[in-house]
């Protein structure tokens, strides 16, 4: 499982778990809960997006070592 895979199910959990707080009435938990949760998924889209421009990278050091 990947890094940003990993962190997409973090912030699933940090939902679910919200959600419970927020069923039990501990809205301020919840929001903080909601709040680490974005938190998580934006850092698991940053790594996937920068992903493609790392292994481009290597890509181009392998090839011009090559040469």
Avoid at 38 to 67: F, G, L, Y
């Amino acid at each position: 499982m990947s890094d940003a895979a990993l962190m997409r199910d973090r912030a699933s959990r940090l939902f679910a778990l919200a959600l419970k707080a927020r069923e039990d009435g501990l809205l301020d938990y919840a929001e903080q809960l909601i709040q680490l949760a974005s938190e998580a998924v934006e850092h698991a889209t940053t790594m996937e997006n920068q992903q493609p421009a790392i292994q481009q990278e290597q890509a181009q050091s392998v090839n011009d070592r090559k040469d």
